[in-house]
């Protein structure tokens, strides 16, 4: 409904501007051409024509018709407050106000002997700052910030990122109507939606130079959070909270959950559209067509195992003597490994075993400290049903160690469907791959849209997510696939990096004293600053980056000298 009401309000501003075209002694006729239309009113405001391409930008395009709107108010002499906000917030009608009114009449803007110092000096530039910063977080680069230590060590909780969204294909948005810079929530609130669904596009993007590869980091919207409850929104989804604690009334705004010992209100139920989705970051260890299996903690992708990513952590039980040994706070900071991901296994009077979160290299390192005596990898035995991994059935008794095997569906793949692997496939096909659709069980038959089906072609690519923080990872071992339409961009620039306090709660702290501390010792991680993603880890940019600024400085400094002495020479 949203889309036909929208539809109509952009008709009617095609109306409006055919006899604006008239009053304004152009061709009427060229006001029907969409951006051709617009690339002339650029003339008729004595604004940039190039703005009319802005035009062809979901969502940007909205704030683009409040700022013709805006001047093309003033162009008709209608330029008190009341008209220019009108005309600003209400273009769609405004422009068949100031078309179809024949009182009012064309004057353009060369009576206005100088430009509104307001709009000059602020509004303009605040705009198109707006709509270029816009366009260039929507379809080329956009910054975010890892949140969890899924892929720790080698993105890690604290990294300011920029993501290349060319690389795959920019997605368009498809709900437009949002406020800029903000993903699915308003700044400074908890829960308030930033966005409106009462226009939305279908999934579309632009053709990109790559699909996603074996190995590679990429970023995408989580596919399990197309319904969230607003209170635990940002720590899981609807439907994780359902398996882990089977509550039955979490759509109130007075249900409060128990989640890792705090109490939050769960708040109303909401679904989301694809692209407002939460972002997550990982790695893509199964492209389309591969058969996966896990088997005791090893990854096979096609029966071949795979090496396992350079800072990839697992638990570990180390068995250490207390008289020895001091675990402490301190302890855990000089090994790097997060107190949030450690704890007590089993205590004695002599000796103790702590299960630690880390990589091998610094497991390899306990080993050889006084104190240590066991140092082993924790894996949970074949066999070993956990309900928490997909897909959520006792057919499958897969865990986080010993998974599958599974075949990722791949466009154009056709497999066989049935009601024992359709727990398998059921969200793929009544949510992802093609639209919105009832799947059903009716027997031993298994109902799509109430018609018997016995198998299926997919229609798109799907790819599976792995964190290299094994133990410690909400994947795709816990939701399943990723659909190729979910996939956002690949990290590839590290700017800034600095630890969290809540793990590293002794170097981790203190912001100013750590400005003379080194990464080890201090909240900031100097050796991640300013570094390329590459395949094989980060790769310093610190050197180009600052002969990159000196050449800025240096040529602005130039600059000024040069036209200082040529203003002195006349």
Not at 208 to 226: A, Q, W
Not at 318 to 339: G, P, R, T
Not at 424 to 453: C, R, W
């Amino acid at each position: 409904m949203g889309n036909i009401i929208f539809l109509i309000l952009v008709l009617i501003s095609f109306a409006g501007l055919y006899k604006i075209f008239e009053k304004a002694g152009l061709p009427a006729w060229k006001a029907l051409i969409p951006v051709y239309n617009f690339w002339l009113v650029g003339g008729i405001i004595n604004r940039p024509k190039w703005w009319g391409l802005i035009m062809i930008v979901p969502g940007v395009n909205l704030i683009m018709y409040g700022v013709y709107g805006f001047h093309l108010a003033r162009a008709f002499k209608k330029r008190m407050n009341n008209d220019l906000i009108a005309a600003a917030l209400m273009p769609y009608l405004y422009f068949a106000y100031l078309g179809f009114n024949k009182d009012i009449k064309f004057f353009g803007v060369s009576d206005i002997k100088s430009e509104s110092s307001f709009i000059k000096n602020w509004a303009d530039p605040i705009i198109f700052a707006v709509v270029a910063a816009s366009i260039i977080r929507g379809f080329f680069f956009e910054a975010f910030t890892i949140p969890t230590s899924s892929l720790e060590k080698s993105l890690m909780v604290g990294d300011f990122l920029f993501v290349n969204k060319v690389c795959y294909g920019a997605k368009v948005p498809q709900t437009p109507m949002a406020f800029p810079f903000a993903h699915h929530t308003l700044p400074f609130t908890t829960g308030t939606q930033s966005y409106l669904e009462w226009l939305k596009l279908p999934y579309m993007r632009l053709p990109g130079y790559s699909k996603p590869k074996n190995g590679e980091i990429v970023v995408f919207n989580y596919p399990d959070g197309d319904t969230v409850t607003i209170g635990t929104q940002q720590y899981t989804s609807y439907y994780e909270m359902v398996r882990r604690f089977g509550y039955t009334n979490m759509n109130n705004p007075n249900f409060t959950v128990d989640l890792g010992g705090m109490s939050i209100k769960n708040g109303k139920k909401v679904g989301r559209p694809v692209d407002k989705r939460e972002h997550y970051v990982k790695r893509c260890v199964g492209i389309a067509g591969d058969k996966l299996e896990i088997k005791d903690g090893e990854l096979y992708i096609n029966d071949k195992k795979q090496a396992m990513p350079e800072h990839a952590q697992h638990f570990y039980d180390v068995k250490v003597l207390n008289s020895l040994l001091q675990v402490d706070e301190l302890f855990l900071d000089k090994h790097d490994i997060y107190v949030t991901e450690a704890y007590v296994k089993k205590s004695g009077d002599d000796t103790t075993i702590y299960s630690f979160n880390m990589p091998a290299d610094v497991a390899l390192q306990l080993q050889n400290t006084p104190g240590v005596l066991k140092v082993e990898k924790y894996i949970e035995p074949k066999g070993e049903y956990s309900s928490s991994i997909f897909p959520h059935n006792a057919k499958f008794p897969w865990n986080n160690d010993n998974f599958g095997p599974i075949t990722l569906p791949k466009e154009g793949m056709t497999v066989s469907i049935d009601t024992n692997n359709l727990c398998i496939y059921e969200k793929m096909l009544n949510t992802y791959d093609n639209g919105i659709h009832q799947v059903t069980k009716s027997g031993a038959q298994v109902l799509y849209d109430g018609k018997p089906i016995t198998s299926y072609t997919f229609k798109q690519d799907y790819y599976w997510m792995m964190g290299d923080n094994r133990h410690n990872s909400a994947d795709s071992r816990s939701w399943g696939v990723v659909p190729f339409d979910h996939v956002v961009g690949r990290p590839v620039f590290v700017w800034f990096s600095m630890k969290d306090p809540k793990n590293n709660p002794i170097s981790g702290t203190s912001i100013l004293g750590s400005l003379t501390k080194n990464s080890k010792d201090g909240k900031f991680r100097w050796e991640r600053f300013m570094c390329y993603v590459g395949e094989d880890g980060l790769v310093s940019w610190k050197i180009p980056v600052a002969i990159i600024v000196i050449l800025i400085f240096g040529y602005n400094y130039w600059d000024k000298k040069r036209k200082a002495k040529s203003v002195t020479k006349k």
